[in-house]
């Protein structure tokens, strides 16, 4: 019973580096999406896909890109670190609309 | 507008119960959920609710929902110190896929 697999769980980065955050689903859910927790901040949305090839823009989606290329993946990418996107990062996936969303236990990421 | 605002923090003693509140100012939501996180771990679904149901209990878990107020609340009946974690309120809107979270609200259960 994996559900939403997230790679790797830890990860300290160098300012300007790159880096891939991988989310990977066994439930066939068409929605999934990546969000990223800060102290006093809740969770806030970065990009979502809701279907294999397709992705959109969240409330926070500078310095991120995304893609879609298979209904089970959905990684994140880090093109050029910086220390400001220090966070955890979630990703999150769900079946039919309004169903709830399931997690994955996240991805602490520390950019020096 | 879509802003869910919840208390940062609430403490009790094990035994009572604890009631975490939350305020949503969007009347077109149409699920709000609880959700709660434990130190250094993901987001595990407590319960939700429809937006048309005042109440919905699930075993020690009861959800209040007053719409005209746009409260809702979540009750832990005989709190326990497994319950200490951070609760999250967020709300979901018809035909769109996002959530929306408030920024929790954490649970201190004392012995």
């Known amino acids: 019973n994996a559900g939403v697999t997230q790679t790797p769980k830890f990860q300290v980065l160098k300012t300007g580096q790159s880096m891939t955050l991988q989310c990977a689903q066994d439930m066939n859910h068409e929605y999934m999406s990546w969000y990223r927790q800060d102290p006093g901040m809740g969770l806030r949305l970065i990009h979502y896909?809701?279907?294999?090839?397709?992705?959109d823009q969240g409330e926070v989606p500078n310095g991120y890109n995304v893609s879609r290329s298979t209904t089970e993946d959905f990684p994140l990418r880090l093109l050029s670190a910086a220390p400001s996107q220090t966070s955890v990062y979630f990703c999150?996936?769900?079946?039919?609309?309004?169903?709830?969303?399931?997690f994955g236990d996240g991805t602490r990421l520390s950019i020096l | 507008g879509e802003d869910v605002e919840q208390s940062l923090f609430l403490s009790v003693r094990e035994g009572d119960s604890s009631v975490i509140n939350c305020t949503y100012t969007d009347s077109s939501s149409t699920y709000l959920y609880w959700y709660k996180q434990e130190p250094g771990a993901g987001l595990q679904l407590l319960t939700y609710i429809f937006s048309n149901m005042d109440m919905k209990q699930d075993q020690r878990l009861t959800v209040l929902l007053n719409k005209k107020d746009k409260h809702l609340s979540l009750r832990i009946a005989d709190t326990q110190t497994g319950d200490s974690a951070i609760y999250f309120c967020?709300?979901?809107?018809?035909?769109?896929?996002?959530?929306?979270f408030g920024k929790g609200t954490m649970l201190l259960v004392s012995p």
């Open positions: 896909s809701v279907g294999a090839g397709i992705t």
């Open positions: 967020a709300e979901s809107f018809s035909g769109y896929s996002t959530l929306t």
């Open positions: 999150a996936s769900r079946g039919r609309e309004n169903q709830p969303q399931h």
